[in-house]
């Protein structure tokens, strides 16, 4: 079965460095997405990527956070200046056909990001 | 978004069959009823959605009744293995709504041998 994969699985990073994140979606799906998820918290939506660009963003998603599509596979999210709150577990998804809420989002197994 | 209540926690046994209710009383006509399970430290994985009366496949049962305002995500026998975090979402089809999932706590299944 297809899946979605993430590197790295760990990254340890000092505060204030920037820090690239990289997924690759399933290879039809056209519609991409990145939560987070902080160590003992819920899942929560960071941005929605359609068609080369940002089709929705939350609260959290700010300015240090940017979001591209390289190539035609790679999907990254970039942290321009970490901080210590930036540190958890980020998933990549993917869907397909529509990008709706009721098409099955399939999730990566995610990047641990530790800020020190 | 439909607001939906579940469980924080539940324990179960090897082989019982585990239901797990959620409650959406402020359902849409357009909301969909979805499960995702998560692992700890993987990303969550669909399980199942309905609409309406029944769905079953080869993971669990979906069962919503004609009020649509709770639905109960049955598991068959659970094993050590279904020991996870359960999450139920009220999820708006059609056009013009954005593929975003916002995840409660969800309920936290813990299967003991």
């Known amino acids: 079965e297809p899946e979605v994969t993430q590197t790295p699985s760990h990254q340890v990073t000092q505060m204030g460095q920037e820090v690239i994140l990289r997924c690759v979606p399933i290879?039809?799906?056209?519609?991409f997405y990145w939560y987070r998820q902080i160590l003992g918290q819920k899942v929560e939506f960071l941005v929605s990527?359609?068609?080369?660009?940002?089709?929705?963003k939350s609260e959290i998603f700010d300015d240090q956070f940017s979001v591209e599509r390289p190539d035609g596979s790679n999907f990254t999210l970039k942290i321009r200046s970490t901080k210590l709150e930036d540190s958890a577990m980020y998933f990549c998804?993917?869907?397909?056909?529509?990008?709706?809420?009721?098409?099955?989002?399939?999730f990566g197994p995610g990047t641990r990001l530790t800020v020190l | 978004l439909a607001k939906t209540t579940q469980p924080i926690s539940m324990d179960s046994y090897e082989g019982q069959e585990v239901n797990i209710t959620c409650s959406h009383n402020?359902?849409?006509?357009?909301?969909?009823i979805t499960w995702y399970q998560q692992f700890p430290s993987q990303g969550p994985r669909f399980i199942i959605q309905?609409?309406?009366t029944k769905v079953t496949n080869e993971v669990a049962s979906l069962f919503i009744p004609a009020d649509r305002k709770s639905s109960t995500l049955s598991l068959p026998r659970v094993s050590l293995s279904d020991t996870a975090v359960y999450y139920c979402?009220?999820?708006?089809?059609?056009?013009?709504?954005?593929?975003?999932?916002?995840f409660g706590q969800g309920t936290t299944l813990q299967v003991k041998p």
């Open positions: 309905g609409y309406k």
């Open positions: 290879s039809n799906h056209l519609y």
């Open positions: 990527f359609y068609n080369n660009e940002i089709s929705e």
């Open positions: 998804a993917s869907n397909y056909p529509s990008g709706t809420p009721t098409d099955t989002q399939y």
């Open positions: 979402l009220a999820l708006t089809g059609g056009s013009g709504n954005t593929g975003k999932l916002i």
């Open positions: 402020n359902i849409a006509t357009n909301d969909y």
